[in-house]
């Protein structure tokens, strides 16, 4: 995959904070309402995601099998993320070329409400080794590991991230 698509999530210290360097080599697109595609760095308002995205997995084939983990790791702010990170969403069992919808939901999905400065919302697809390999799932949401899941879990580094960031939205913001 080209650098280019990369860098923004080392610049962004996804790669660092969340997740070691690796080398993305499945794409992945999600999309909010059917129009909004998340772009790595680009802003979203929390009302423009309240609904969970369509995610599409472009790579493998009907017998590989992929884990998507959303999450914040800026909670509760920041600049002091000591809550880090915070798990918004975990799909298993997704057959590769399809989407989402195909696999199984494990964490429903949380509307993502940041309250203090600029969070940046990680998806993460992990390739599994076989069908429902994933089975130490998170205890709770909050001081979630992604690291600590995908070893627990023998996924390995991720196969694809995207992120983007969002804030509290103002009175005015809404508008």
């Not at 914040?72 to 997704?94: A, C, F, K, N, Q």
Request: proline share 7%; aromatic share 10%.
């Amino acid at each position: 995959m080209e650098a280019k698509l990369f860098e923004p999530l080392v610049v962004g210290k996804v790669v660092g904070d969340v997740v070691d360097y690796f080398n993305p080599s499945v794409k992945m697109t999600i999309t909010y309402n059917s129009m909004k595609q998340v772009y790595n760095g680009h802003e979203l308002f929390p009302s423009a995601v309240t609904q969970k995205p369509k995610v599409e997995v472009h790579g493998g084939d009907l017998r590989s099998f992929f884990t998507l983990v959303m999450t914040d790791p800026d909670v509760p702010g920041p600049s002091d993320p000591y809550l880090r990170e915070h798990l918004h969403w975990m799909v298993t069992d997704i057959p590769g070329t399809t989407d989402v919808t195909f696999g199984k939901e494990v964490v429903s999905y949380e509307i993502p409400r940041p309250n203090i400065g600029i969070h940046r919302f990680v998806f993460l697809l992990f390739k599994q080794k076989r069908r429902q390999t994933v089975t130490s799932l998170p205890a709770s949401r909050d001081c979630f590991n992604t690291r600590n899941f995908a070893e627990e879990n023998e996924l390995g580094l991720p196969v694809a991230a995207v992120f983007f960031n969002a804030q509290r939205e103002t009175a005015a913001r809404r508008r």
